[in-house]
Nanobody
C-alpha cells in the first residue's frame, strides 16, 4: 500500500506561485509513475503533469508555467506552479501507479485558489 499526502495549496493572487508537495509512505515511489491531476468545480478531473518512466510531460494549459519534479531520497514529488491564473483554481491531487491511473494510489487533494 502507498499512502500519498499532498500539501502546499492555498490562496494566491493571479501571477503568483505555489509549490505543491506529495509525500509518500508505505512504499518507495521509485518504481511508480507519478502524476498531478486537478479538478475544478463542475469539471472532470484532468491530468496536469506526469513523470512516466523518467519522462516528464505537461498539459498544454500549464506547459511553461508548471514544473514537476521528484525526490527519491524524500520519497516525494513536487509541482512548482508559477504565473498562476484564476483558471488554475482546483483541487490538486497526486497519484502513483504501475499501470493505469484509475488503478493507482491517490492522495486526498489540496485546494488551490487563484484570485484575479
Amino acid at each position: 500500500q502507498v499512502q500519498l499526502v499532498e500539501s502546499g495549496g492555498g490562496l494566491v493572487q493571479a501571477g503568483g506561485s505555489l509549490r505543491l508537495s506529495c509525500a509518500a509512505s508505505g512504499r518507495t515511489l521509485s518504481s511508480y509513475n507519478m502524476g498531478w491531476f486537478r479538478q475544478a468545480p463542475g469539471k472532470e478531473r484532468e491530468i496536469v503533469a506526469a513523470i512516466i518512466r523518467s519522462v516528464t510531460s505537461y498539459s498544454e494549459s500549464v506547459k511553461g508555467r508548471f514544473t514537476m519534479s521528484r525526490d527519491y531520497a524524500k520519497n516525494a514529488v513536487f509541482l512548482q506552479m508559477n504565473s498562476l491564473k484564476p483558471e488554475d483554481t482546483a483541487v490538486y491531487y497526486c497519484a502513483a501507479t504501475t499501470g493505469s491511473w484509475s488503478s493507482g494510489y491517490w492522495g486526498q487533494g489540496t485546494q488551490v485558489t487563484v484570485s484575479s
